[in-house]
C-alpha cells in the first residue's frame, strides 16, 4: 500500500512539473501547476522550519540543525526554479530567433 501511495504521488508531482514547464501546455493548465507545486514544496520547508524552533527548548542541536535543513532546502528549491522556469524559458526564447 505504501509503494502505491508513494508512486501515485510521485506521478503527481512529476508530471506536475514536466507539464508546467512544457511550452505547448495551455497557460491556464501550466500556471496552476506551478502554483499547486509551489505551495507543496513551501508548506514542507515552513513545517521543517516551525519543527526546528518548536524543539528549540528541549535539544538545541536538532533544532539547529532542522532550522538550516530547512533554509538548505529553501535554497535548493529557489535554485531548482530558477533552473526549470527561468533559464528554460530563455533557451525556448534562443530557439524561435
Not at 509503494?3 to 514547464?21: A, D, K, M, T
Not at 521543517?48 to 535548493?76: D, N, R, V
Request: with cysteine; proline share 2%.
Amino acid at each position: 500500500m505504501d509503494l502505491l501511495i508513494e508512486f501515485i504521488l510521485e506521478l503527481i508531482l512529476e508530471g506536475s512539473i514536466e507539464v508546467s514547464s512544457n511550452k505547448k501546455v495551455p497557460k491556464w493548465i501550466r500556471y496552476p501547476m506551478t502554483i499547486i507545486i509551489t505551495i507543496i514544496f513551501l508548506t514542507i520547508i515552513i513545517a521543517i522550519f516551525l519543527l526546528g524552533l518548536h524543539i528549540s527548548k528541549e535539544s538545541i542541536a536538532l533544532s539547529i540543525a532542522l532550522i538550516i535543513c530547512s533554509i538548505a532546502l529553501l535554497i535548493g528549491c529557489i535554485k531548482k526554479f530558477k533552473q526549470v522556469y527561468i533559464e528554460k524559458k530563455g533557451s525556448n526564447d534562443d530557439n524561435y530567433n
